[in-house]
Structures are given as C-alpha cells and as structure tokens.
C-alpha cells in the first residue's frame, strides 16, 4: 500500500458527461501528480501540483482541469467526455517539487460508452 | 525535447538468469531518471533513481541500473531472475530545470520457469 488513495475506483459514464476524479497524497506529500495510462498512448503525465500551485503541465486536454486543496487532496475533474477518454488514471504523490521518487495510488478506471 | 525510449516491448528471460530492461533518453540539462514497476491492476511502484553521484545504482528487489552520459542510457539489471519479476517495467526522466516527467512506453518482463 503506498499510502495514495484515489476514488472511485471504477467510473462508468456517458459521452458528453463531467466527471470529478479525487486523490489524497501520503501523509506528508507536498507534491501531487495525475497521470493518464491507455494502451495505445502508454502513461502520458497530466499535470503538477506543488502545496497548492501548479507547476507542471504535460499532455493535458483543455476538457481537463485539476486543481489541488489547501488540505493538499486533489481532484481532476473531465468534461466533455469522448469514448477516448477511457484509461486508467493514476494520482502519484511525492515530498517535494522534483527529484524524488513518486508514489502512486491504485488508480481510477474509466470508462465512457 | 525530453523523450524516453525503451526499444523492447517485451523481455523474456530464464528465471536465475540476469536480466536487462533497456532505456535510452533524450533531455537538455542533467536528468533524473527513474525505474518503475507495475504489476497487474496495481499503480506503479518505485524501484530506483539517479540523480547524481555513483553510475551504479542499487534499488528495491535486487534490482540496479547503470547511468551511462555518453550512452545517454540508463539500462536496469538484475544478476538472477525470479518468476515474480514478470511484470510492466517503465523508465522515467525529468530534466533538471523542469518538473515534467517523461515515462517510457513500458517493457514486459517475462520470467521463465
């Protein structure tokens, strides 16, 4: 257990739908990473929060948006939902900004019909 | 641009056997780089990281890698193969001036009986 937790767990939605993914980093964890893993596209890094800032943006969709709380949870929220947004989620937490190994909770599965 | 490349999709090897995953990358600047595990429905696992110092770094399970600069390669080794190393292995780097993290498409590790 790597001490992230994410919820929920498995997400069944339609096209067009928003949806709210929720990540809570190890006790500790300053630093909050989401990350997308389809089987064409591998594990693409979203996007970086650092104590409530954002720091580093990778291939992240206007659609998406995430954001990170003064308790240091974060939510990543997708609108306009598109079949190829189906994948698997993951939220890794770390120490610090960069340098350090991350953690990485068991992930949501999503998936759009 | 970062880029990571680990030229295998899959690696099958004898179990007592050594085994090699191979990642090669491409970053301005001096890189972090990374080793990942990712058994079945599970989120990735740290496994070890250079940041600077000793080429040879030793991490979880028995398991080093190599930091080679004129390579730009970062190669993981194991010298015996157990049966429960057969797993997705994904290498990582992060450019020093930047808090992006690039990860490979992953290897499938398969250890024989």
């Known amino acids: 257990d790597s001490g992230v937790t994410q919820t929920p767990k498995h997400l069944i939605t339609a096209t067009g739908q928003r949806v709210t993914l929720r990540c809570s980093p190890r006790?500790?964890?300053?630093?909050v990473y989401w990350y997308q893993q389809s089987l064409d596209q591998g594990l693409q890094f979203l996007i970086q929060?650092?104590?409530?800032?954002?720091?580093a943006k990778g291939n992240i969709l206007e659609r998406f948006s995430a954001q990170q709380f003064p308790d240091l949870h974060s939510e990543l929220n997708l609108s306009s939902l598109e079949l190829g947004d189906s994948a698997l989620y993951f939220c890794?937490?770390?120490?610090?900004?960069?340098?350090?190994?991350?953690?990485f909770g068991p992930g949501t599965r999503l998936t759009v019909l | 641009a970062q880029s990571v490349a680990q030229p295998e999709d899959q690696v099958n090897v004898a179990e007592g056997n050594p085994l090699t995953v191979k990642c090669t990358y491409s970053?301005?600047?001096?890189?972090?780089l990374f080793w990942y595990v990712q058994y079945p429905n599970r989120g990735l696992q740290f496994l070890l990281k250079?940041?600077?110092?000793?080429?040879l770094v030793k991490g979880s399970y028995g398991f080093e890698a190599e930091f080679n600069k004129s390579q730009t390669s970062f190669h993981l080794k194991k010298p015996s193969a157990l049966v429960s190393d057969s797993a997705l292995y994904f290498c990582?780097?992060?450019?020093?001036?930047?808090?992006?993290?690039?990860f490979g498409t992953g290897t499938r590790l398969k250890v024989l009986a």
């Open positions: 890794a937490s770390s120490l610090l900004q960069g340098g350090n190994e991350q953690f």
């Open positions: 006790s500790g964890d300053l630093s």
């Open positions: 929060y650092y104590n409530g800032e954002e720091r």
């Open positions: 970053v301005s600047g001096n890189p972090y």
């Open positions: 250079y940041i600077t110092g000793d080429n």
């Open positions: 990582a780097v992060r450019a020093d001036r930047t808090y992006k993290y690039i």
